[in-house]
């Protein structure tokens, strides 16, 4: 059963770059063809789409976060991550990183999710 | 983007209780649909996709309906464990996906 950990800062300053891993568990993140996505929300707020990245490495970003958002995927350490980069207090969410339930292309919905990892944009 | 409205977004009900929250697409997204289920402090869960496809282990008192812009998530008896907040998600596009802002189950 595949499992996802996110990791990273707690604490980012603003105009700087958030930059989180999610370590995939269970399974290879190679294996399927799977899109790994990361979803953000603000605390008492609903969900907002970030991107995701393909096993190719190729991605798909929410238009209102392309410009400041960058996600790889590392096959060599089953991880993939997320930069933010110029981060404000707008930025201050829960992070998880997710898999989308099926493979391929198009649009799926999302299962498993990480457990989340709270990210505070403060100087 | 596919703006995604639920309604309402605060519902009181009583343990036994039939409830239904609904889930309407600014344009038609066929059968994309999801439906999430999150508890302060979790990660969604998943509870229905394809829109009326109930994830494996998910209690029979979840169902999911509708297509093209109307959904519907029921619970045909209230539990306690089902006080949470649930989220409808869109997947007929990925630029971007989009979620409801959620309707908040809460104890009558």
């Known amino acids: 059963q595949v499992q996802l950990q996110e990791s990273g800062p707690g604490l980012v300053k603003p105009s700087q770059t958030l930059s989180l891993t999610c370590t995939v568990s269970?399974?290879?993140?190679?294996?399927?063809?799977?899109?790994w996505s990361w979803i953000r929300q603000p605390a008492g707020k609903g969900l907002q789409w970030i991107g995701r990245?393909?096993?190719?490495?190729?991605?798909n970003y929410n238009p209102s976060l392309k410009s400041r958002v960058t996600i790889s995927i590392d096959a060599s350490r089953n991880q993939f991550s997320l930069n933010v980069k110029s981060v404000t207090a707008a930025d201050t969410a829960m992070y998880y990183c997710?898999?989308?339930?099926?493979?391929?292309?198009?649009?799926?919905?999302?299962?498993?999710w990480g457990q989340g990892t709270l990210v505070t944009v403060s100087s | 983007d596919i703006q995604m409205t639920q309604s309402p977004s605060t519902l009181s009900a009583s343990v036994g209780d039939r409830v239904t929250i609904t889930c309407r697409a600014s344009?038609?997204?066929?059968?994309?649909l999801a439906w999430y289920q999150q508890k302060p402090g979790r990660a969604p869960k998943l509870l229905i996709y394809k829109a009326s496809s109930v994830e494996s282990g998910v209690p029979s008192r979840f169902s999911g309906g509708g297509s093209g812009t109307e959904f519907t998530l029921t619970i045909s008896s209230l539990q306690p464990d089902d006080f949470a907040t649930y989220y409808c998600?869109?997947?007929?596009?990925?630029?971007?996906?989009?979620f409801g802002q959620g309707t908040k189950l809460e104890l009558k």
């Open positions: 344009q038609s997204i066929s059968s994309w």
């Open positions: 269970g399974g290879s993140i190679s294996d399927g063809g799977y899109y």
């Open positions: 990245v393909y096993t190719s490495g190729n991605t």
């Open positions: 998600q869109q997947y007929s596009s990925y630029s971007p996906y989009t």
């Open positions: 997710a898999r989308e339930a099926e493979a391929g292309g198009g649009g799926h919905w999302f299962d498993p």
